[in-house]
């Protein structure tokens, strides 16, 4: 594997042809399936002699041109290519070519999950299906004909709308037709025995739409809250971007076996069941909120992604990132804004932020890649959000959807680049966003220094950015971004509250006519994507009084984040944390929102700041913190707790759930303490519980503080839930994530349970991708961690190369480890490395860590 095999934006070229339509017949068999495609090609560069098709690993049948049979020496069949030589301005291919869905364990292309067909196709999994120009610039209109065994196969999807279908005898065909012309990745297909649950929705143009949720036979119960999620997504997009679905139907498809969390296919979604499928009984309140969420984020890709799409795949923020945003807002107009906005925050904190300070850094519009499924990155998807909401915030709402009206006007059907976005924001809003286009091509978190002065009444702002270096070792410039603040009086009154353009290496901003110096209240609703650097000690009248919910959240993380290190330093606990923390446990409002700030720093929250990393350290630390709080505030937690417990009770609405989230980030408190009453409450919630919620969270406190206990629970959970897979894996997490001795014996040994299958992305991830990210035990000091799960990349690399690609992630964070760590950490690194055949896929990611 070597450099040479990257692909750069700046190679990119437009197509040579277009391919007016696709006519597609699939053919499925048990042991193989025949595709035959027929597509109209004409030439755009009249000067091309050759077309060059993508293709991998294709068996080629026949092959004519204008109803001629070709010879074979009219056209090269290579690995990655099909070349035809001497082609006309305009002209038609047949190609009959064989594939194996059955073997096809990657996952991309046509494959099997189960028992059901069906495919993922982005970015490039269509060229294994049938040679094609598998890019998304070549847009074509397609028809698909499905024939399978009636018995086995009742059901046969496709994209757009259904045209006709035929009795075969043992066997049937389904055509579906297309008319919205659609690049290759975003093609579907599905062919199965499946149990479905259908609506409709009218349109705000009165246009009937007809609503399906297929899944395995048996599990239709548990599609109800997917589909009133597609209706609120439905009706959303109208009222905010006054956006229309465009088709007769709107299928989604449940699977087992998916690489990622679902697939925005025109007309056919395809996911992963675990954002499909959910019922009190089997699913979390967090399971409930991503089902919302990634059925809202499929349905808006409808019109940021399919009616424009991108040019090439170094535009994909330009899809994912906006995608995402409309999704996160969406969630927050359901639910909370201020939940929203600090779950949001915490993800990009955790993920992004941790790419962002590591060798795999990015720019959200990468310059280049060897295997472009690495790049579904935190980078790309949430950074990418995080620009967009910058811009949101630049235009404010009405000028955004002008905006926005503009892209969609200027560029449907055509695929385009982050430049077309950003011309379509400026040009509808009069706002100069050149400047701003820094944040699609510079990698690295923006810190910004924060300096305070207080003179004769004027308050006097000094902000400094302090510009990461890129992996790339380029110079960098200055962002401009948004920066909301609000300067409060001691009774906590907002006496000043502005947005500054913040565009400058180190400007000052002056604010005049106080007579006491006000309290800054910084970053408001983390308006930007920085990290601030302030020197400050008001983190007790912000966590009491500030009115912003995100930087009275972010004042508790602050402190307690102070509070911890000066542990680690070898301090007692500051009294004055334990005092303001006090106080939250008294606040009064939504209980979902106070949960989150109670919740104490994530060790790799703490881990980002530190160099020479050291877990043991900062468990401790943090450990020594939760016993304090535990300690000091045992009766106001447990009368929250009590409260707040209603164990009969499943409701889901916004109280319940908020109920449960504060009385269980209570019991976790507690049980830092481990005591027999702690420990009795978290049994009696397991037996009451009604909620998967309750119930994992009361197997996580006994797993972590009674191992006898934990084994007769967990062997009870086993037994009640073994056949149903979705809920295993939150199993085999709890196994995974436990901090006790022996988990990677444990973690070992459940690769044999009969549950396990390591071709299920699902369980890998639950059981490997967890113990991954289990600092105390991946990084155990004798390295038994890390070679474990280098032989797990080194043996799932073969069967799926993206799956084990993203478990190399777990070692991005090598540079930043101690001594000895790091040393155990590169014998695995190089072993994985220098493996015979190793994917391209973990080959980029293992050959950046080494750098
Ligand atoms: N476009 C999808 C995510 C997705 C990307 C790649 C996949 O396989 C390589 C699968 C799904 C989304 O953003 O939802
Ligand atoms: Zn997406």
Same mark, same amino acid.
């Given at each position: 594997?070597?450099?040479?095999?990257?692909?750069?934006?700046?190679?990119?070229?437009?197509?040579?042809?277009?391919?007016?339509?696709?006519?597609?017949?699939?053919?499925?068999?048990?042991?193989?399936?025949?595709?035959?495609?027929?597509?109209?090609?004409?030439?755009?560069?009249?000067?091309?002699?050759?077309?060059?098709?993508?293709?991998?690993?294709?068996?080629?049948?026949?092959?004519?041109?204008?109803?001629?049979?070709?010879?074979?020496?009219?056209?090269?069949?290579?690995?990655?290519?099909?070349?035809?030589?001497?082609?006309?301005?305009?002209?038609?291919?047949?190609?009959?070519?064989?594939?194996?869905?059955?073997?096809?364990?990657?996952?991309?292309?046509?494959?099997?999950?189960?028992?059901?067909?069906?495919?993922?196709?982005?970015?490039?999994?269509?060229?294994?299906?049938?040679?094609?120009?598998?890019?998304?610039?070549?847009?074509?209109?397609?028809?698909?004909?499905?024939?399978?065994?009636?018995?086995?196969?009742?059901?046969?999807?496709?994209?757009?709308?259904?045209?006709?279908?035929?009795?075969?005898?043992?066997?049937?065909?389904?055509?579906?037709?297309?008319?919205?012309?659609?690049?290759?990745?975003?093609?579907?297909?599905?062919?199965?025995?499946?149990?479905?649950?259908?609506?409709?929705?009218?349109?705000?143009?009165?246009?009937?739409?007809?609503?399906?949720?297929?899944?395995?036979?048996?599990?239709?119960?548990?599609?109800?809250?997917?589909?009133?999620?597609?209706?609120?997504?439905?009706?959303?997009?109208?009222?905010?971007?006054?956006?229309?679905?465009?088709?007769?139907?709107?299928?989604?498809?449940?699977?087992?076996?998916?690489?990622?969390?679902?697939?925005?296919?025109?007309?056919?979604?395809?996911?992963?069941?675990?954002?499909?499928?959910?019922?009190?009984?089997?699913?979390?309140?967090?399971?409930?909120?991503?089902?919302?969420?990634?059925?809202?984020?499929?349905?808006?890709?409808?019109?940021?992604?399919?009616?424009?799409?991108?040019?090439?795949?170094?535009?994909?923020?330009?899809?994912?990132?906006?995608?995402?945003?409309?999704?996160?807002?969406?969630?927050?107009?359901?639910?909370?804004?201020?939940?929203?906005?600090?779950?949001?925050?915490?993800?990009?904190?955790?993920?992004?932020?941790?790419?962002?300070?590591?060798?795999?850094?990015?720019?959200?519009?990468?310059?280049?890649?060897?295997?472009?499924?690495?790049?579904?990155?935190?980078?790309?998807?949430?950074?990418?959000?995080?620009?967009?909401?910058?811009?949101?915030?630049?235009?404010?709402?009405?000028?955004?959807?002008?905006?926005?009206?503009?892209?969609?006007?200027?560029?449907?059907?055509?695929?385009?680049?982050?430049?077309?976005?950003?011309?379509?924001?400026?040009?509808?809003?009069?706002?100069?966003?050149?400047?701003?286009?820094?944040?699609?091509?510079?990698?690295?978190?923006?810190?910004?220094?924060?300096?305070?002065?207080?003179?004769?009444?004027?308050?006097?702002?000094?902000?400094?950015?302090? !510009?990461?270096?890129?992996?790339? *070792?380029?110079?960098?410039? +200055?962002? &401009?971004?948004?920066?909301?603040?609000? #300067? $409060? @009086?001691?009774?906590?009154?907002?006496?000043?509250?502005?947005?500054?353009?913040?565009?400058?290496?180190?400007?000052?901003?002056?604010?005049?006519?106080?007579?006491?110096?006000?309290?800054?209240?910084?970053?408001?609703?983390?308006?930007?994507?920085?990290?601030?650097?302030?020197?400050?000690?008001?983190?007790?009248?912000?966590?009491?009084?500030?009115?912003?919910?995100?930087?009275?959240?972010?004042?508790?993380?602050?402190?307690?984040?102070?509070? !911890?290190?000066?542990?680690?330093? *070898?301090?007692?606990?500051? +009294?004055? &944390?334990?005092?303001?923390?006090?106080? #939250? $446990? @008294?606040?009064?409002?939504?209980?979902?929102?106070?949960?989150?700030?109670?919740?104490?720093?994530?060790?790799?929250?703490?881990?980002?700041?530190?160099?020479?990393?050291?877990?043991?350290?900062?468990?401790?630390?943090?450990?020594?913190?939760?016993?304090?709080?535990?300690?000091?505030?045992?009766?106001?937690?447990?009368?929250?707790?009590?409260?707040?417990?209603?164990?009969?009770?499943?409701?889901?609405?916004?109280?319940?759930?908020?109920?449960?989230?504060?009385?269980?980030?209570?019991?976790?408190?507690?049980?830092?303490?481990?005591?027999?009453?702690?420990?009795?409450?978290?049994?009696?919630?397991?037996?009451?519980?009604?909620?998967?919620?309750?119930?994992?969270?009361?197997?996580?406190?006994?797993?972590?503080?009674?191992?006898?206990?934990?084994?007769?629970?967990?062997?009870?959970?086993?037994?009640?839930?073994?056949?149903?897979?979705?809920?295993?894996?939150?199993?085999?997490?709890?196994?995974?994530?436990?901090?006790?001795?022996?988990?990677?014996?444990?973690?070992?040994?459940?690769?044999?349970?009969?549950?396990?299958?390591?071709?299920?992305?699902?369980?890998?991830?639950?059981?490997?991708?967890?113990?991954?990210?289990?600092?105390?035990?991946?990084?155990?000091?004798?390295?038994?961690?890390?070679?474990?799960?280098?032989?797990?990349?080194?043996?799932?690399?073969?069967?799926?190369?993206?799956?084990?690609?993203?478990?190399?992630?777990?070692?991005?964070?090598?540079?930043?480890?101690?001594?000895?760590?790091?040393?155990?950490?590169?014998?695995?690194?190089?072993?994985?490395?220098?493996?015979?055949?190793?994917?391209?896929?973990?080959?980029?990611?293992?050959?950046?860590?080494?750098?």
């Amino acid at each position: 594997m070597s450099e040479a095999q990257a692909i750069y934006l700046k190679d990119y070229k437009a197509p040579a042809f277009s391919i007016e339509d696709v006519n597609l017949r699939f053919e499925l068999f048990e042991e193989y399936a025949l595709v035959t495609n027929v597509m109209n090609i004409q030439k755009v560069d009249t000067g091309v002699q050759e077309l060059s098709l993508h293709c991998r690993d294709l068996e080629l049948l026949e092959f004519w041109i204008n109803d001629l049979k070709l010879q074979d020496t009219r056209y090269v069949l290579e690995e990655e290519k099909l070349t035809i030589l001497n082609v006309p301005s305009v002209f038609s291919i047949k190609i009959i070519n064989k594939i194996y869905p059955q073997n096809n364990t990657e996952l991309e292309g046509l494959y099997k999950s189960g028992s059901i067909f069906c495919t993922q196709n982005e970015p490039e999994g269509f060229r294994s299906i049938t040679p094609y120009l598998d890019r998304p610039d070549v847009m074509s209109v397609f028809t698909t004909t499905i024939v399978a065994d009636k018995e086995k196969y009742p059901v046969l999807l496709g994209n757009g709308n259904k045209k006709e279908s035929f009795d075969l005898g043992k066997r049937h065909s389904v055509t579906w037709h297309d008319p919205h012309p659609k690049p290759s990745y975003l093609f579907a297909l599905v062919a199965g025995d499946l149990g479905s649950i259908s609506d409709e929705y009218i349109t705000a143009s009165g246009e009937n739409v007809e609503l399906n949720i297929y899944c395995d036979l048996g599990n239709e119960s548990k599609c109800h809250h997917a589909m009133k999620s597609l209706k609120e997504a439905m009706l959303w997009d109208e009222e905010k971007y006054g956006r229309e679905y465009d088709l007769e139907i709107y299928n989604i498809v449940a699977v087992d076996s998916f690489n990622m969390g679902a697939m925005e296919n025109k007309g056919l979604n395809i996911f992963n069941s675990a954002y499909v499928l959910a019922d009190e009984d089997s699913a979390s309140d967090a399971n409930f909120m991503g089902i919302q969420s990634v059925i809202a984020h499929e349905y808006f890709h409808n019109w940021t992604g399919n009616r424009i799409t991108c040019r090439d795949w170094f535009q994909l923020t330009l899809k994912e990132g906006l995608t995402v945003f409309r999704d996160q807002c969406f969630s927050a107009d359901l639910n909370s804004q201020e939940v929203q906005r600090i779950e949001d925050v915490k993800s990009l904190r955790e993920r992004q932020f941790v790419e962002d300070a590591s060798p795999t850094a990015h720019p959200i519009q990468p310059k280049s890649y060897i295997s472009m499924n690495n790049f579904y990155t935190a980078t790309v998807y949430e950074k990418g959000a995080e620009v967009i909401r910058m811009i949101h915030t630049l235009l404010g709402e009405e000028l955004y959807r002008k905006a926005t009206d503009l892209y969609f006007e200027t560029f449907d059907g055509q695929a385009v680049t982050t430049k077309d976005f950003l011309w379509a924001m400026s040009s509808a809003s009069g706002v100069d966003l050149s400047a701003f286009e820094l944040w699609y091509h510079q990698s690295g978190t923006p810190k910004l220094k924060v300096e305070e002065k207080f003179e004769n009444g004027v308050y006097t702002l000094t902000l400094t950015q302090v !510009i990461p270096n890129t992996v790339e *070792g380029r110079a960098q410039k +200055p962002y &401009f971004f948004p920066l909301k603040i609000a #300067l $409060l @009086d001691e009774d906590a009154k907002e006496v000043v509250t502005e947005t500054l353009k913040v565009s400058k290496e180190s400007e000052s901003f002056h604010f005049e006519g106080f007579n006491l110096k006000p309290v800054l209240s910084i970053n408001r609703d983390f308006s930007a994507p920085i990290i601030i650097e302030q020197e400050y000690n008001n983190f007790a009248f912000l966590m009491k009084h500030d009115t912003n919910g995100f930087v009275k959240y972010e004042a508790a993380q602050i402190f307690a984040i102070e509070t !911890i290190e000066a542990i680690m330093r *070898g301090e007692e606990v500051n +009294p004055r &944390f334990s005092e303001a923390y006090g106080h #939250l $446990l @008294d606040l009064e409002g939504d209980l979902s929102y106070k949960a989150l700030l109670l919740e104490l720093p994530t060790v790799s929250t703490l881990m980002q700041r530190m160099s020479d990393i050291d877990f043991d350290v900062i468990y401790e630390a943090k450990e020594k913190l939760s016993q304090h709080l535990a300690q000091n505030f045992q009766e106001k937690l447990l009368a929250i707790y009590e409260v707040n417990h209603e164990p009969g009770s499943f409701g889901m609405d916004a109280l319940a759930i908020s109920k449960r989230a504060i009385k269980n980030r209570a019991l976790k408190i507690l049980s830092a303490l481990e005591t027999r009453d702690v420990i009795e409450i978290a049994k009696r919630q397991y037996e009451e519980s009604v909620t998967m919620t309750d119930r994992v969270v009361a197997l996580d406190v006994l797993e972590n503080t009674d191992p006898e206990y934990a084994e007769v629970t967990l062997a009870d959970f086993y037994s009640k839930y073994k056949k149903q897979t979705l809920v295993m894996n939150k199993y085999f997490s709890i196994l995974a994530a436990s901090h006790r001795e022996g988990t990677l014996d444990r973690v070992m040994a459940l690769q044999n349970d009969a549950v396990y299958d390591e071709k299920v992305p699902n369980l890998v991830r639950s059981l490997i991708g967890v113990f991954a990210r289990n600092y105390k035990h991946f990084h155990a000091k004798n390295g038994y961690g890390y070679k474990f799960v280098a032989d797990k990349i080194i043996e799932i690399d073969k069967i799926n190369p993206q799956m084990a690609s993203g478990l190399c992630g777990a070692f991005k964070i090598y540079n930043k480890m101690n001594e000895k760590n790091k040393s155990m950490m590169k014998v695995e690194l190089s072993r994985i490395i220098s493996t015979h055949e190793l994917s391209k896929n973990s080959f980029e990611i293992i050959s950046k860590i080494l750098k």
